[in-house]
Antibody, heavy 118, light 108 residues
């Protein structure tokens, strides 16, 4: 059974940094493109970033480009999101999800909460 | 950016009734790469449909999807108690991948 579990969320002040992690199990992690998606009550679901299985292709939403960096370690079945220069509007529940680039998000983790507040 | 507009915002129905949810795109969705997700309170979204009309693994056949280009529909033929939730459409054919704002299906 496919499982994704995020960690690393927390409370930061504006301008701060945070690193999210996601560990996958139940599938060959290194075979799949992985993504980060965030959700707030106000803005709904927003795709944040995606990274191909071999880390060759990467993409970011305009709202995070230049501040966030996605990476992965297939040997550890892990996906990461380094979040720098955090803004209040980055506050959200962050999900790790399998898929994109021509595929839907077929599995999601339970999410990790990021709060950015003065 | 493709903007997805879902309607109605809320659908009030009784168990056993048919639900029809709409998703309209601001421009044509490439290769009909349109997905539908179900989300219940406190849970992550769950993939229901992909490619506009293909059911994801384990999704019952009372769920069906249709449409192409800019207009898509999710139909639940007979609502079961566990189907009352929020439903989102999402396009994954163009960057950035975008979601609709959701339709809440509530018990009447």
């Amino acid at each position: 059974e496919v499982h994704l579990v995020e960690s690393g969320g927390g409370l930061r002040q504006p301008g701060g940094s945070l690193r999210l992690s996601c560990v996958g199990s139940g599938f060959i992690f290194g075979d799949y493109t992985m993504s980060w998606v965030r959700q707030t009550p106000e803005k709904g679901l927003e795709w944040v970033s995606a990274l191909t299985w071999n880390s060759v292709d990467v993409d970011y939403a305009d709202s995070v480009r230049g501040r966030f960096t996605i990476s992965r370690d297939n040997a550890k079945n892990s996906l990461y999101l380094q979040m720098n220069s955090l803004r209040v509007e980055d506050s959200a529940l962050y999900y790790c999800a399998r898929g994109t680039w021509g595929s839907p998000f077929d599995y999601w983790g339970p999410g990790t909460l990021v709060t950015v507040s003065p | 950016e493709i903007v997805l507009t879902q309607s109605p915002g809320t659908l009030s129905l009784s168990p056993g009734e048919r639900a029809t949810l709409a998703c309209r795109a601001s421009q044509s969705v490439s290769s009909n790469y349109l997905a539908w997700y179900q989300q219940k309170p406190g849970q992550a979204p769950r993939l229901l449909m992909y490619g506009a009309s293909s059911r994801a693994t384990g999704i019952p056949d009372r769920f069906s999807g249709s449409g192409s280009g800019t207009d898509f529909t999710l139909t639940i033929s007979r609502l079961e108690p566990e189907d009352f939730a929020v439903y989102y459409c999402q396009q994954y054919g163009s960057a950035p991948r975008t979601f609709g704002q959701g339709t809440k299906v509530e018990i009447k």
